[in-house]
């Protein structure tokens, strides 16, 4: 098993910090085993700690302008610089320019580089040839893994007995893994045996035990690889409760995320992440998000089984506002409606007991 952590890291995140675009780097913000996390590149929030910017909560974490900076200070310290972690989420996946620029940067100073994104770095005749120069390692963690160790669907999720939670959103970049996350640590606090099985990226920059990467697998593996981690979970650590990271949403236009996990991580119950200030799907304006009422409903007649809690996002809204939402959907829809990233798992996992076996 991998020792963490795997070094120490400059997270960038160029221009996206605090924004839906860099969710990459806040999850690497707010918790990581695979990475001692440095500092963020992101010159509109240089002088900034990146917690006090994303939570209002200091997290010794300071945001850097460059990836100069953020290197020449990691020097000054014990821990100096071995990696550059990709924070970027853009839409698409794809590098631009300038920040290609950066990261051959990164590569001449000598620091190995993690990207999560679609444009794969080891394919990129340059880096590759000064990453061999300056013998550093370049890691594409979207890169699909060879077909010959990929898994397919076998009926094996059947023998799992610990409560599936899973946690699915009415949208992408609406902070899906981070609640997962939050409620992961709170069972376990509550002496509640808990594994999270991570689908992302990110979940996997955060060294998440069981994890895949959804959106690099060939399609006809895709239900095998869900059933493998998720049951793996299971035989492994034997823990009383798993909870499913959802990717995307159901009917959002770029990333309809969410059956393949309704169909083969088989949930015994659903959470459902909702930003209630969103009008429009992450992006793309001009496409209306479905009502709260109608992802619901999808997510039950597709799964069979029931959405029992609504995870708030507060983005855009205030405190009180927040309270009012919450009070509003517990009102129109029938179930508890919490923010764990303000109030913490506690109050939410004391609910879900009863639906443990």
Not at 68 to 97: C, M
Not at 138 to 149: A, E, G, H, S, V
Not at 256 to 279: S, T
Request: contains cysteine; aromatic residues 8%.
């Amino acid at each position: 098993m991998t020792q963490f952590p795997e070094g120490n890291a400059i997270v960038y995140c160029q221009g996206a910090f605090n924004t839906t675009n860099g969710k990459t780097a806040h999850g690497l913000v707010r918790r990581t085993r695979r990475y001692r996390i440095l500092s963020v590149v992101d010159s509109k929030y240089a002088g900034h700690d990146a917690g006090q910017v994303l939570d209002g909560k200091p997290a010794n974490i300071p945001i850097f302008p460059d990836i100069h900076t953020a290197i020449k200070v990691a020097q000054s310290t014990t821990h100096p610089a071995t990696h550059l972690v990709i924070g970027l989420a853009p839409d698409g996946g794809r590098l631009n320019e300038n920040a290609r620029q950066d990261v051959i940067q990164a590569i001449q100073a000598g620091l190995n580089i993690d990207c999560g994104l679609h444009d794969f770095l080891t394919e990129d005749p340059e880096m590759s040839q000064l990453a061999a120069q300056h013998q550093v390692q370049l890691r594409d963690i979207r890169k699909p893994p060879d077909r010959k160790y990929l898994h397919f669907f076998s009926g094996k999720i059947e023998q799992v007995k610990a409560l599936k939670i899973a946690m699915l959103g009415t949208d992408s970049a609406i902070g899906k893994r981070t609640t997962a996350w939050i409620l992961t640590d709170a069972f376990n606090a509550a002496g509640i045996q808990t594994e999270m099985v991570g689908t992302g990226q990110t979940a996997w920059m955060q060294g998440a035990r069981y994890s895949l990467i959804l959106d690099s697998l060939v399609n006809d593996f895709l239900s095998g690889e869900i059933e493998h981690a998720v049951w793996s979970a299971w035989d492994e650590q034997k823990p009383k409760v798993i909870i499913i990271e959802g990717q995307g949403s159901l009917m959002n236009p770029a990333y309809p995320g969410g059956y393949e996990i309704l169909a083969a991580g088989r949930p015994d119950i659903v959470i459902l992440q909702h930003a209630p200030a969103r009008v429009e799907y992450d992006g793309f304006p001009g496409y209306k998000i479905h009502t709260l009422a109608q992802q619901i409903q999808a997510v039950e007649m597709i799964s069979g089984k029931p959405v029992v809690a609504i995870t708030i996002n507060h983005e855009n809204l205030t405190l009180a506002e927040v309270q009012s939402a919450c009070r509003k959907i517990e009102y129109e829809n029938g179930k508890p409606a919490v923010d764990v990233l303000l109030e913490g798992g506690e109050k939410l996992v004391t609910f879900l007991k009863k639906y443990l076996r």
